[in-house]
T-cell receptor, first 113, second 111 residues
């Protein structure tokens, strides 16, 4: 997938460390948020989602935190692995579905050995 | 694991020509979408499709664009007269309830 962006913020993390990727959203009416991972040559892959009535949700090695007060979303990846290297996008929606998602600009995660 | 498949993976077309991008959504999904990603930019919503009709579309999705579900499996995006600025990755996605599954994308290059 062509998520290769000349101006993507990049986060470099050593293998085994925890990663935190941040996202600011603009629409206070958004009530559904998703993190996607996009590897080179592939489409966005769902990682985890959260609704606005929650402030934290955990998955396997991933945690999403939502702060509605400051309209901030973060993705925490525990024990980062080389396979986690990708571009990560947050996406938001106002009707709680996957329709008409508004994607953020993305953050490139580079895992170093 | 079921997946959304898109063909072709890469399409080169001359400006002004019509292109059809094809998608086979996951079989029991009910909602279908097209998104695009211009190189170096965000993924942008184009259109959503449910119950054999467009449920929502963005301002990008003008009269040059159309979608169709001609049979029970395929979901197509047609661009009638391509422009240079239509060059992008086009992603199809399908969804049963809330989680959208994306295809690998079709890279459209308009020359």
């Amino acid at each position: 997938g062509e998520s290769v962006g000349l101006h993507l913020p990049t986060l470099s993390v050593q293998e085994g460390d925890n990663s935190i990727i941040n996202c600011a959203y603009s629409n206070s009416a958004s009530d559904y948020f998703i993190w996607y991972k996009q590897e080179s040559g592939k489409g966005p892959q769902f990682i985890i989602d959260i609704r606005s009535n929650m402030d934290k949700r955990q998955g396997q090695r991933v945690t999403v935190l939502l702060n509605k007060t400051v309209k901030h979303l973060s993705l925490q990846i525990a024990a980062t692995q080389p396979g986690d290297s990708a571009v990560y996008f947050c996406a938001e929606n106002i009707d709680g579905t996957a329709s008409k998602l508004t994607f953020g600009t993305g953050t490139r995660l580079q895992v170093t050995l | 694991e079921p997946e959304v498949t898109q063909t072709p993976s890469h399409q080169v077309t001359q400006m002004g020509q019509e292109v059809i991008l094809r998608c086979v959504p996951i079989s029991n999904h009910l909602y279908f979408y097209w998104y695009r990603q211009i190189l170096g930019q965000k993924v942008e919503f184009l259109v959503s499709f449910y119950n054999n009709e467009i449920s929502e579309k963005s301002e990008i999705f003008d009269d040059q664009f159309s979608v169709e579900r001609p049979d029970g499996s395929n979901f197509t995006l047609k661009i009638r007269s391509t422009k240079l600025e239509d060059s992008a990755m086009y992603f199809c996605a399908s969804c049963q309830y809330t989680e959208a599954f994306f295809g690998q994308g079709t890279r459209l290059t308009v020359v």
